[in-house]
């Protein structure tokens, strides 16, 4: 699907521009601040081939796309210029309360998403310098050496500037004015002013000395003032002078305000957060380093992790390196770890290829296809990615591991960064992560399908009769001998299970079905939340969560019919059972009855029924295609 395809589905998917307040997106995920997140249909974007899943942090809704967000992000806006006031990055207008902690986050991750590149391709570039350096491959005091250096140093000794740029899109002020602000702060003799040692004022009040050189939270503080006074100002003075005086009087305002309160001020906060987080990292030790590193992957799910960006560049800046970046690249083997036990330990080829693919992206330092495709899907892989990295976290502050530039990749890639007097400890730490992730995943295991498989694997095709007649948990004991599987020796047809419209399987949004892994059949989109029997003959298993039962006819033919995609999440919740294991029923006699319209908020209603026995037919056929009532044929298996 093309970027511009793409990029038209999720919003249709979001609820339309109508719904969207605000969006912007980072390294990997498009974020938005959506007027109504009910509207979302993520059935929908997860059918999308770019999107590799959905999550929620405070009430900003995101869409993680991976390496081709900023492209799909562009087309977004490229197509859809109703939208483009609101990618600006500027505060929405929204009626929703918020906790204005997450606020925080969610603002300062809108204000440093859109300067990674820039920062991440500075930051490389400074650890490759010092790479190079150390092998002896470029000497320190080359003019090349220089050039190279000051492209890399360059951004991050005026990343003033580009911090007022971006923050003055998020806060809505003009940028330009921004900019402005932040030259006048950094202007030659302005520096020369305020390091000479002696006394500054303006009009008589005292100007603090502050190096705004390589700062971050003066700026970031001044440029969300000045859009108060911005706007102020735009609203007492006549149009005919807004061009002019509009931004005089903020500059005039805001530079003294700056100097004077802000700037000091910006500078106790941003030196008293430093101080507070690397005490606790140069304090805390190996503690600091296993709850750190164990609670990473939750932090940066959060976006917390952004709160934490001026800090880092601060502590880069002023001291030469950060003790805080290690552990998001532990955190990133630890996830890369956990998805090799699931390839370890997973029975469905195409989850062990899946598996095996994204520990490779997480090694990479693309974390999401790993953490949000298998880790947090099973659960018990995600736990043991927290457990990798909490012992690489506890190694790694152990002994003081540092990152001495921001590299903008947690992954084998972004080593360069680590490059220094620690780097065996970071590394270290990292190879500790992704083995103890390793083994504790192949160690817990995984219920595969989401907890759905084991029950299904009984009627995977090649299942064993005895096997496919082992009942549920809850249903009645039933005699295997008794109801020994006949081998089928004449053609079978199914009727209709439900009324609705049916739909070739391999529609169905899910690889067991769709690929008909487990068979060979025919799905229903229904319109009606009542369930009865395709065949006359046994029941040979109701799932305990009763979405599910398996059914073989007098002649031999055995169907699981599935209700709904995931659906197993529901533990039986909206579904009763009309039978039980063992019983006999005529086709048409009611099985199950669900209450369609709660189960379709949330999951994907498609049904799914399927001939497990496929390989003891030489075909088995959907009868009829589109809208069909319960009871009319719908399926043949020809021996």
Known sequence: MKHQETAQEIIKAVGGTNNINSVYHCVTRLRFDLK??????????????????????????QVIIGNDVAKVFDAMVKENPAIQQSTENKEPKSDKKQ??????????????????????????????LALFVSLGWMSAGTDTYRILSAIGDGVFHYLPLLIAVSAARKFGSNPFVAIA??????????????????????????????????????????????????????RVIPAALKLLLVPLITLLVMVPVTLIAIGPLGTFVGSGLSGGI??????????????????????IMTGMHYALVPIILSNIATLGFDKFLPLTFISNMGQAGATLGVFFRAKDKKLKTVALSTSFTALMGVTEPAMYGVNMKYKKPFAAAMIGSAVG??????????????????????????????????????????VVGAIMSTIFGIKEEEGDAEALAQFSPGASS??????????????????????????????????????????????????????????FVPTVGELVSPVTGTIMNVFKTKHAIVVRSDNGMELLIHVGINTVKLRGQYFDAHVATGARVQAGDKLLTFELAEIAKEYDITTAMVVTNTADYKQVLPVKLGEITMGEDVLKAEV
């Open 36 to 61: 109504d997140n009910e509207k979302v249909d993520n059935g929908s974007l997860k059918k999308l081939d770019k999107v590799m899943g959905t999550n929620i942090s405070g009430d900003q809704f």
């Open 99 to 128: 906790n204005v902690v997450l606020k925080i986050f969610e603002t300062i991750a809108g204000v440093f998403a859109p300067m990674l590149p820039a920062i991440t391709a500075a930051g490389m570039l400074k650890g490759l």
């Open 181 to 234: 602000l932040g030259t006048a702060l950094m202007y030659p003799d302005m520096t020369a002013l305020l390091s000479s040692g002696e006394s500054v004022g303006f009009l008589g009040i005292p100007v603090t000395a502050v190096s705004y050189a390589s700062s971050v939270i003066p700026i970031l503080l001044a440029v969300w003032l000045m859009s108060y006074v911005e706007k102020w100002v735009d």
């Open 278 to 299: 690397n005490w606790l990292l140069n304090e805390g030790g190996l503690i600091a380093g296993i709850v750190l590193g164990g609670a990473m992957a939750l932090i």
């Open 393 to 434: 976290g506890g190694f790694a502050l152990a002994f003081g591991a540092k990152a001495y530039v921001l590299a903008g990749n947690g992954g084998l890639p972004g080593l360069p960064s680590l490059i220094g007097q620690t780097f065996w400890y970071s590394f270290g730490g990292m190879i500790l992560a992704f």
């Open 466 to 523: 005895a096997a496919a007649t082992a009942p549920s948990s809850d249903a009645a004991s039933v005699n295997v001998d008794d109801m020994g599987a006949p081998t089928p020796t004449s053609n079978a047809v199914a009727v209709a299970p439900m009324t609705g419209k049916s739909i070739p399987l391999q529609e169905v949004n899910d690889p067991t079905f769709g690929d008909e892994l487990m068979g060979k059949g025919v799905a």
